[in-house]
């Protein structure tokens, strides 16, 4: 099935306890891409970059074949810049600059072809862009939507009117709990799924993921894994993973939803092994099974 | 198979953000030894109160058959006092006050029939009192030992050499990361197991648990629950239901370790849903399993 997918395309200046890298190729949408493109044919993105951009990291999408007739190259315009610090235990970061640059003005018109996505993934964006963009799409089959803290705290009342439109919810667990005003995450869930998706995942970083439908409580493991490089995109990469596998599928019922978390997680766990993008650019559909089977593992009881 | 725990015998103060209850029936080893009676016929306690602990709590370990020929009554003696605080979020607390009394000059000598225990499960105690218990008894089939950061901070060399002689250790992730002086759990698991005990459990909260053997990692999830009255008791009622379902199975491989995991996951569960004892008090072996089944749903994926 069709997959599309919106979200910043970016350069990145990354810099974790054992390592710094300028310009690295980053941005929700090029994350969920990516991840996508091993699930589907011709995922199509929808973004803004500026000049700066250049031709190798545009290879670097085309040669996933991802469908870049979404994709505006800004005359005159500069890439959306983001500068991250890991703290040494790499679950905390801190955002040292922001360059909106072409995205301070961007309002994507999809191409007709776009307008009949199946599934859709609204990358971590400024919410009235993703309703923008969601109204657009003429019959979409599932919505997926992430967000983050910045849009619960500076447009609240905007993210909540894109919630209404959406079928599935992906986000961290402080940000649930942001957004519920809970601490406790059943509690959260609860309230969060009264907003508008009926579908929520709770990502808890090294402690797995939660998935709350009408009719369970799904919950996933982490990977042990003992060296984590570059946690940038992990979260975009499970979106893009999540959905991919359920547009590849085209089936959506509670057994789907918690493979979808799965691979989502497996895709995961491929990016933060190496820095910005590099851990995904080289897999084997091969490997990714088996790492969802490892998934499977670690939490499996044969009775 | 029988089943000796050595613990606190406590009467706990606690203070949580929506209820304060004086003289609460706690300790370590009172958690583990009633938790133990649903999987265990007449689980041995070895511990210490004063005169104050009174016939009411002496009669509630009597109903639930635990054998309390190794629980000194201290003639003048004062029982161990702790008073402790939850936040609202229940997840930390603060110990405001803790009396030793008679656990000061604490150094048990164990009842003959006591030396033939099989399952032994030293509760969180100075790890001197555990190695003393421990090398009474005569051939243990499992060694299972919980402790906490004071201990960690206080005590680590005698802690050391406790767990050169367990089989496995129970802690907490913060614990752990304290013990390994490794952010990492998956490093940490590492370098603890290189301390001594080949099974390592490590306790995540709200995020469940996860076990590491020689042959394998894995990722129990956590019980979703709405309200939690009392989190007391609940890391040693998960020992004590870890412990005891051994005992119960009496076979340790990769499958019962497992379940055992799930069965202290369950046991805690219904643990914080009262304060104190209570939640254990009066339970069905069908709830049990009922609750151990709901653990097993909530990662099942059936392919």
Redesign the interface.
Known sequence: MSFLTIGSVAIDHLETPFETRYNVLGGAATFISITASYFIDRPMLVGAVGEDFGDENLNILREKNIDLSGLQVVKGGKTFRWHGRYH???NHRDTLETQLNVLGDFNPILPDAFKEAKYVCLGNLDPDIQRNVLLQIKSPKLTVCDTMNYWIEKKLPELKETLKLVDVLIINDSEARLLSQS?????A??IIRAMGPKILVIK?G???A?LFTDN???????Y?????VDPTGAGDTFAGGFTAYLAKVNHISD?TL??AV?YGSAMASFCVEKFGTEGLLNLSLLEIDDRYRSF????R??E
């Open positions: 040494y235990d790499m601490p406790n995450l059943v509690k869930a609860r808890k090294e402690h797995g939660l369970s409580v799904f919950s996933a493991p982490a042990p894994l003992e060296t984590i057994l918690r493979k799965l499977l593992e670690l939490s009881i044969d």
